[in-house]
């Protein structure tokens, strides 16, 4: 039975059942993975709509487990977040995060940003805008090629402390993405006050996108809003010609999705890129 409605029964059940694998086992590891430097990002390209140039990408958190290989964060992130591992976890995917973008800026990608997700707890955490600030020194990044991915929700919790918060670090210049948009209950008036400079419509309203059903009255609806608000608008998780043919009539700015471009490792990233662009 179900033990637990919050986020990570999945991971427990799905990793208890097929790995036998339990939950006490899995947070050992976890709490080890770092020091064995045992996490790894994927990277995923967003584009320009309809069909580029590159804007940058989306950092993606994996875990080359010891026993069951390469792992997702749907995996492992609840138990990460629950535990509070997610602090240290996130510092280290925001350090190589911008390590990586610097590389990229080096090779002559001055203008991408590399965009990395944030956990409701990092946000919480008193020194975030003090680790931004260092990390981006660190690898002499400039703020502008940093954006950072929030959910409503993650920028709900505790609304004014994290909206001051949130100010600040768009103060350094890095930009703010409301990611997942459309699944939370933020009010207009708290989206009003965000100081946000993107907005990603929902993988879910992408997916069940075809002529004529709600979603793509919801979705028009979005980048209206999105417009309204000033926000550059973003959808993701495009795996077909027809949504990207869609998306982009309505005004969608950015895509990114398997159609471009699936989650890949640094080294290929370069390559598959520019190929598309030859295309
Ligand atoms: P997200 O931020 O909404 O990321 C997008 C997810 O959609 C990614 O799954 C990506 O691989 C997947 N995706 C992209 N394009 C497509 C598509 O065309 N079709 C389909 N079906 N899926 C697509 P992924 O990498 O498994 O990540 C899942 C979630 O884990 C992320 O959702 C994000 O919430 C979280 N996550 C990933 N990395 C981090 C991290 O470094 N820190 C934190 N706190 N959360 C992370
Ligand atoms: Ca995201
Ligand atoms: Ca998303
Ligand atoms: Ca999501």
């Known amino acids: 039975t179900?033990?637990?409605?919050?986020?990570?029964?999945?991971?427990?059940?799905?990793?208890?059942?097929?790995?036998?694998?339990n939950q006490l086992q899995w947070l050992q590891d976890l709490r080890l993975a770092l020091e064995r430097n045992e996490f790894l990002l994927h990277y995923q390209?967003?584009?320009?709509?309809?069909?580029?140039?590159?804007?940058?990408?989306?950092?993606?958190l994996r875990w080359q487990h010891p026993v069951h290989g390469l792992v997702g964060p749907d995996e492992f992130i609840g138990l990460a977040?629950?535990?509070g591992l997610i602090v240290p976890i996130g510092a280290w995917v925001l350090d190589e995060a911008c390590r990586q973008m610097k590389t990229w800026y080096d090779i002559g990608h001055e203008d991408w940003k590399i965009a990395v997700n944030l956990s409701a707890l990092q946000f919480a955490q008193i020194d975030l805008i003090d680790?931004?600030?260092?990390?981006?020194?660190?690898?002499?990044?400039?703020?502008?090629?940093?954006?950072?991915?929030v959910t409503?929700?993650?920028?709900?919790?505790?609304?004014?402390?994290?909206?001051k918060?949130?100010?600040?670090?768009?103060?350094?210049?890095?930009?703010i993405s409301i990611d997942d948009f459309g699944t939370g209950y933020s009010s207009l008036l708290?989206?009003?006050?965000?100081?946000?400079?993107?907005?990603?419509?929902?993988?879910?309203?992408?997916?069940?996108?075809?002529?004529?059903?709600?979603?793509a009255a919801i979705i028009s609806a979005i980048v209206a809003l999105g417009r309204t608000l000033n926000l550059r608008i973003v959808a993701e998780g495009v795996e077909t010609t027809k949504q990207q043919t869609f998306l982009t009539s309505v005004g969608c700015d950015a895509l990114q999705g398997y159609l471009m471009g699936r989650p890949m490792p640094p080294?290929?990233?370069?390559?598959?890129t520019s190929n598309l662009v030859k295309n």
């Open 2 to 21: 179900k033990r637990s409605g919050r986020n990570g029964y999945h991971f427990f059940e799905a990793s208890m059942n097929v790995n036998a694998h």
């Open 45 to 60: 390209p967003k584009y320009n709509s309809p069909n580029g140039p590159v804007l940058g990408a989306e950092a993606l």
């Open 81 to 83: 977040e629950r535990s």
């Open 131 to 149: 680790l931004v600030k260092e990390t981006l020194a660190r690898h002499d990044l400039p703020a502008r090629c940093l954006t950072l991915e």
């Open 152 to 163: 409503e929700s993650t920028a709900m919790h505790d609304a004014e402390s994290s909206l």
């Open 165 to 175: 918060t949130l100010q600040q670090i768009a103060d350094l210049g890095v930009d």
């Open 190 to 215: 708290y989206l009003k006050r965000l100081p946000a400079n993107e907005l990603k419509i929902d993988r879910g309203f992408v997916r069940d996108l075809s002529d004529g059903n709600d979603d």
């Open 267 to 272: 080294d290929k990233f370069i390559e598959a």
